[in-house]
Structures are given as C-alpha cells and as structure tokens.
C-alpha cells in the first residue's frame, strides 16, 4: 500500500484522530484537465465535507507541477487537498485507475 502514507500499522489505527486522517486523505475524483505549466489540474471531485463543498468540478492548484507528470483527463485519481490562502491546494494525487 502506498496511500495513504502510515495508513496502515498499530500506531496508527490506535491513533485518536484515526477518522480524521482518512477524511484528510480520502478525496476522491476524476481528471479533467492537466495544466502542468501553470500547476493547475481541473477535477471532477466528490464531495468534500470537511470543505464544505459538494460534488464539482473545479481547478486546483498543486503543491508541485511534478505531482501531474502522468495524469490524463479521465484518470481516477484519490488526491489530498488543503486550504492556501484563499483557495486550495492540492498536495498529493494517487492515481486509482488500477
Ligand atoms: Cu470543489
């Protein structure tokens, strides 16, 4: 298993915030659209409570255009998204079309 990272393991299924985590991590969506250029990436995500946001698609900056290297409009991705500024940002991607 490579995502979520210490996902797996005692520590951390004993962990207190065990639940938080895996909403931390638990994104999930679609690729729409790559713009490794500009670091952006479009996704057709579900909803993301802890966002408050429902099911949409919408543009998200990456934390490092390298994350999209591979990403094609219709992956599946799972991908983590934190709050930056204004907007959001998006710190790691996991495709999932496996
Ligand atoms: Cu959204």
Do not use: C
């Not at 931390?24 to 409570?49: F, L, M, N």
């Not at 543009?59 to 991908?79: E, N, Y």
């Not at 983590?80 to 790691?92: I, L, P, Q």
């Amino acid at each position: 298993m490579t995502f979520p990272e210490g996902a797996s393991g005692p520590a951390f299924a004993a962990s207190p915030d065990y639940r938080f985590e895996v909403a931390q991590v638990a994104s999930a969506g679609r690729v729409v659209k790559v713009e490794a250029d500009a670091g952006k990436i479009t996704i057709e995500h579900k909803p993301i409570w802890r966002l408050y946001m429902e099911s949409m698609t919408m543009i998200f900056k990456v934390a490092d255009p390298a994350m999209l290297t591979g990403l094609t409009p219709g992956d599946r991705i799972r991908f983590k998204v934190d709050r930056a500024g204004d907007g959001f940002v998006v710190t790691r991607i996991e495709n999932t079309n496996w």
